[in-house]
């Protein structure tokens, strides 16, 4: 099983009950690390301007899925036990 693999099925498993606070949480702190390592390769690799672009696109993206991930925390996902 690939690492994509690993990622789908854990984005799954927290999308289709509740989140706990600890999964918010753990997203959170994941999300902050990968937004760090991503502009600093690409600070690294292309410069300061395109680092400000990934990490202000990446911080969008992550906190769309973090909003998301604890509105279905609270609410509960019931269309995925049909």
């Known amino acids: 099983m690939g690492p994509i ?4 099925e854990a984005y799954l498993e927290v999308s289709s009950s509740r989140a706990t606070v600890r999964e918010l949480f753990e997203l959170f702190v994941g ?4 937004v760090l390592a991503a502009s600093a390769l690409t600070f690294y ?12 696109g990446l911080a969008v993206i992550f906190t769309i899925t973090i909003v998301s991930q604890a509105y279905w925390g609270v609410t509960g996902r019931d269309d995925y036990a049909e």
């Open 5 to 8: 693999d690993r990622f789908e």
């Open 31 to 34: 999300s902050i690390v990968f």
């Open 45 to 56: 690799l292309l410069g300061s301007t395109a680092a400000i672009y990934v990490a202000g």
